[in-house]
């Protein structure tokens, strides 16, 4: 049954006018209800207590989850059934990163014993690498990577990398290294990717699960000439390695399959940096350390959210939470607002892994959902994002809100003769802002502040703006799988409730057809053709204007 013909929906749509009377500010009056929502597990601490919830928002919560058959999806989900039905393909990243010692056979093959075959490839290939045994064409060491490669193949990494690259392990592990990413297909991009580099002491990893993404391609070809031109031909099968699961297409561009790194169907784009797409590059930089540790807490929160009792349940509660916002309270946007600078790529991520995934109309069956689901993800690591957008967080527009902080500073500094620490002076922000959401300064507190009238309503915030707060230990390689994974399921609990299918992007298809169409237009026009046909009027019009130079 569609989810939003189950009593617990017509509940919570009643529920959610009846909110309307509350406010937060006097909800975070109540001790036990604060402590009620609270859940914590393995380090990881959430207090959700600046959610517009009661005791019964979450009662009929909780009656949704079980009307959409949330524990069953899941457990479907980690066993390998194929809950992708457009694709028909099964999900597993949760396979990525359970233990060798795990066995789960799916169409009786055992992929978890497959995911340690290549993660040992990987370990010994970047370590053959890192120590040089591995050379480039002229003998020397390969020092630096450019790992090319757009959407899941490029932005997990990227934030995975950014989120070690403090670590003071991860520092000295990757100690005179370089890691660059070169994803858009702008000429721009390839300029700053290679800039300094050069070909004789880098290795390039392409990344593609497909191996026929048109941007990825082209910048392949274009970094492949880029080391042809200084160092030949031959060049190649030192200097150019393949991720992909299209093994005859790796082939085919001219990298050595012998050379290239595979993972499977059922490791979703968004979902595959545990998979081969980010494994090889960050052990290529950072060594395998920290993947174990990285790999090890996203399946801490994988074990939490497959067996953990869905109250106490940490994805399970983001996701309640996210579709009590956006489906009920009416709120689209969502920020994530990470106060520590290692994870300012963590929301670009997330923004790929929700909005692909949960940015759809219809059910898994084709109906129309007739309510909105998916959220818009934003975010900015605090205090940047306080000096920007948060203006309109707090008198604007309602955003939901996950602040995200760390009781360690990666790089601790403490300044002689400040009040606090530097890390501490970050964290009073982060404190401070999820109360200045919820609480806000009434027309009264204005007015006692001695603020003339006229004055008022540009001083006054409203309040009653909702937010999680996550704290954990530091931000090391652990904590960065584990945030991984939370953020991850979060999405699939609320496809899950939702009822669309979180793990195809059909919507990623009509622009790129339509680009084919334009690039076969340019190409024409370059080589002399005058006519500019089968477009409208103003894409006509556009292309002449930019063919016209
Ligand atoms: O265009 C969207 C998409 O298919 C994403 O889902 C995917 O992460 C990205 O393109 C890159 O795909 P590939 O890894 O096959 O190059």
Redesign the pocket.
């Known amino acids: 049954m569609s989810i939003h013909l189950t009593p617990a929906f017509a509940a919570l749509r009643d529920h959610a006018v009846e909110t309307g009377s509350l406010h937060l500010r006097d909800l975070m009056q109540d001790a036990k209800r604060c402590r009620s929502l609270t859940a914590e597990h393995d380090g990881v601490f959430l207090d959700a207590s600046r959610q517009l919830v009661t005791a019964k928002t979450l009662d009929l919560l909780f009656a949704l989850a079980e009307q959409a058959g949330l524990k069953s999806k899941i457990a479907a989900m980690v066993r390998g059934e194929r809950i992708n039905g457009t694709e028909k393909r099964s999900v597993l990243h949760t396979a990525l990163r359970a233990p060798k010692e795990r066995k789960l056979v799916v169409d009786g093959v055992d992929v978890i014993a497959e995911v340690h075959a290549v993660n040992a490839r990987i370990k010994k290939f970047a370590d053959a690498v890192r120590t040089g045994r591995w050379k480039g064409a002229t003998g020397k060491k390969l020092v630096d990577v450019v790992a090319i ?5 490029y932005l997990g990494p990227e934030f995975v990398a950014e989120a070690l690259r403090t670590d003071g392990a991860c520092a000295k592990a990757a100690a005179g290294r370089r890691l660059r990413f070169l994803a858009n297909v702008d000429p721009i991009d390839v300029a700053r990717a290679l800039d300094g580099l050069d070909p004789a002491t880098t290795l390039v990893v392409v ?7 048109a941007e ?1 391609m082209l910048n392949a070809k274009t970094v492949r000439a880029w080391l042809v031109k200084k160092l030949g031909a031959k060049a190649v099968a030192r200097h150019m390695v393949a991720v992909s699961t299209n093994l005859d297409a790796v082939a085919k561009f001219g990298i050595d399959p012998a050379n290239a790194f595979g993972f499977w169907d059922w490791v979703g ?2 979902y595959s940096v545990c998979s081969a797409v980010g494994l090889v590059p960050l052990a290529l930089h950072y060594g395998w350390k920290p993947i174990e540790r990285f790999l090890a807490g996203a399946h801490s929160i994988d074990e939490h959210f497959a067996s953990a009792p869905l109250r106490k349940n940490l994805p399970v509660l983001l996701g309640l939470f996210g579709v009590w916002n956006s489906t009920f309270l009416g709120h689209a946007t969502r920020a994530l607002l990470p106060y520590c600078q290692a994870l300012h790529r963590f929301a670009a991520h997330i923004q ?1 892994v929700d909005m ?1 995934s949960n940015g759809k109309r219809v059910a898994l069956d084709g109906s129309t959902l007739p309510f909105q689901a998916g959220e818009v993800d934003f975010g900015e690591p605090g205090t940047n994002g306080q000096h920007s957008f948060y203006q309109l967080l707090h008198q604007g527009r309602v955003v939901p809100a996950d602040f995200i902080g760390f009781v360690e500073s990666q790089r601790p500094i403490a300044v002689k003769g400040e009040k606090v620490v530097n890390h501490d002076e970050l964290m009073a922000n982060f404190f401070a802002q999820p109360d200045a959401l919820a609480f806000g300064k009434t027309a009264d507190e204005c007015r006692a502040e001695g603020i003339a009238d006229e004055l008022i309503p540009h001083k006054m915030f409203p309040g009653d703006r909702p937010s999680n707060v996550l704290l954990l230990r530091r931000l090391d390689a652990y904590a960065t799988g584990q945030l991984l994974a939370l953020y991850e399921h979060r999405t699939a609990v609320q496809g899950f409730v939702w009822g669309n299918n979180s793990f195809d ?1 059909m919507g ?1 298809e009509l622009g ?1 057809v339509l680009g084919v169409k334009v690039r076969d237009q340019l190409a024409k026009s370059r080589a002399g053709a005058t006519a500019i046909s089968g477009f409208n009027p103003s894409t006509t019009a556009l292309l002449r204007r930019y063919l016209e130079g």
Not at 149 to 153: K, L, T, V
């Open positions: 490669g757009i959407g899941g193949s990344i593609s699960k497909t191996f026929t993404t990825t784009g968004r790929q692909e992007q990623v790129k």
